[in-house]
């Protein structure tokens, strides 16, 4: 079987490149029922994760998990029969948020965890994330072993045999006391306003903050397999916005479709996205004296999406910022070279190293309200910490993959901008890993020559690759 003309790789612009067909920079994506997600290359990659874990661990565990999309059980069933045909014993938490998984991985007796799930994309697609024993994503060498033994099953003959797997809730429950238990504080007397995006939250949540004392009212919380990420959630926070405003609560959180990032809400309406919340708690931890790296210099670690007003916030206070590919995968990756513990995206992956091995939307949330209740302040003292530069992203969908520095109209278009700008701004230009688009984002002072340059390169890049 032959991948279709576009297929998500770790890869493109300014992301990490390895060749790669299969893995992208969250795990395998792709329309359930079309390659990658097909049934044979999704009982395949069982195969060929059982077998590479078989062959460093003997009688090897693996635990399953997955959000509320229509098609993830399916895509659970033949993972886990590919996974029974190389000898592997599964074990199914059912609905659980990614970082809920790779907790549960790191903590119990199995070899790896894998959780079926596309994250903040919408339900016809779906996903494959695989964490070791460590609760860490697969490393780029071992997910290339992985494809190349899928490619070879590929090419022969087999039929596929799902196979199902009851849920244990109870696994779900140790994760819920994880997260109980890191929090010092009691919410009575808070009323939380929580955007579940009809995923893998949608119960977790309101249990878990209802059990810490808080008064909680909700949205998002009814998923029917269609409806995860519609026009709520992390990245439709208006929907929230109103209800905060509405119900008078203290505070919104909105979390994405597998629950491993999160955007807040002040009383008054601010959001407050990953940057933001980044801001709030590289200071908190740094008047404690705990964000030092390596070499004793407060770090933190954060995206090349991350606005400039974030790391001219963060150096105004002595704390340095590092920047990395896009993917909370390649935020790790450089928080375990340089020491940081803490991380994260402006999308609201947030990762604290000393609690978590993931961006953990449900850890950053009480974080977040430790901070709050502690100091005493409302969330939106903490958004005006931050003066964001204009910054305006576009999404250019493409039938066609060739090397951005091949396209000469669009690299004139990329100079014209940095000219404009000079130090006082930045153009990024990047294929994503996880769907077939390429993401514009220009920075700088003037918005109406932020959004005029961004347009300008997307026409650029959308004359090449969307023919």
């Known amino acids: 079987m032959r991948p279709p003309p576009y297929a998500p790789e770790a890869g493109g612009g300014s992301e990490p490149h390895c060749g790669k067909r299969l893995f992208g920079t969250d795990g395998v994506r792709g329309v359930a029922g079309e390659f990658p997600l097909d049934a044979r290359t999704v009982y395949a990659l069982g195969v060929a994760l059982g077998e590479e874990i078989r062959a460093e661990r003997a009688r090897p565990k693996v635990l399953l998990g997955m959000d509320t999309r229509e098609s993830s059980l399916w895509i659970a069933g033949q993972m886990a029969g590919g996974l029974a045909r190389a000898g592997v014993v599964c074990r199914n938490a059912g609905i659980i948020t990614t970082p809920g998984l790779a907790y549960l991985t790191r903590q119990g007796p199995f070899a790896a965890g894998v959780v079926i799930s596309a994250s903040h994309n919408p339900y016809r697609d779906n996903g494959i994330k695989v964490f070791g024993h460590s609760g860490y994503k697969l490393p780029d060498e071992q997910e290339q072993r992985i494809e190349q033994r899928v490619f070879e099953l590929l090419a022969g003959g087999f039929r596929t045999a799902p196979r199902a797997v009851p849920p244990a809730p109870e696994l779900v429950q140790r994760y819920e006391d994880f997260l109980a238990a890191s929090f010092p ?31 909680v009212i909700a949205r998002g919380c009814e998923p029917d397999g269609r409806n995860i990420n519609l026009d709520c959630g992390a990245l439709h926070p ?212 932020v959004e005029a340059m961004a347009r300008r390169i997307a026409s650029a890049v959308e004359a090449e690759l969307a023919s």
Not at 185 to 214: E, M, N, T
Not at 259 to 288: K, P, Q, Y
């Open 238 to 449: 208006e929907g929230l916005r109103h209800l905060v405003v509405s119900e008078k609560a203290d505070l919104g959180i909105a979390f994405d479709g597998d629950a491993d990032r999160a955007i807040f809400v002040a009383r008054d309406g601010s959001v407050l996205d990953g940057d933001a919340i980044l801001l709030m708690t590289a200071l908190w931890l740094n008047e404690r004296g705990r964000l030092r790296g390596a070499d004793g210099r407060p770090t933190v670690v954060a995206t090349v999406m991350s606005n400039l007003g974030l790391e001219r916030a963060l150096a105004s206070h002595g704390i340095r910022m590092l920047r990395t590919a896009v993917g909370d995968k390649y935020v790790l990756e450089e928080m375990l070279r340089s020491g940081a513990v803490l991380g994260g995206e402006q999308s609201g992956h947030i990762i604290f190293l000393d609690y978590a091995t993931t961006g953990d939307g449900l850890l950053t949330a009480l974080r977040v309200l430790e901070i709050v209740l502690e100091s005493g302040r409302d969330l939106k003292d903490y958004a005006a910490q931050i003066a964001l530069y204009p910054q305006c992203m576009l999404n250019v969908r493409i039938r066609q993959r060739r090397p951005l520095e091949e396209l000469s109209a669009v690299q004139q278009a990329i100079s014209e901008a940095e000219r404009a700008f000079g130090p006082e701004g930045r153009v990024l230009v990047r294929f994503s890993g996880t769907e077939p688009v390429v993401r514009v984002m220009v920075e700088g002072p003037n918005r109406e020559l």
């Open 185 to 215: 504080f009691s919410l009575r007397g808070l009323k939380v306003a929580l955007d579940c995006a009809h995923g893998a939250a949608y119960a977790l949540a309101p249990r878990l903050f209802q059990r810490l004392g808080a008064g």
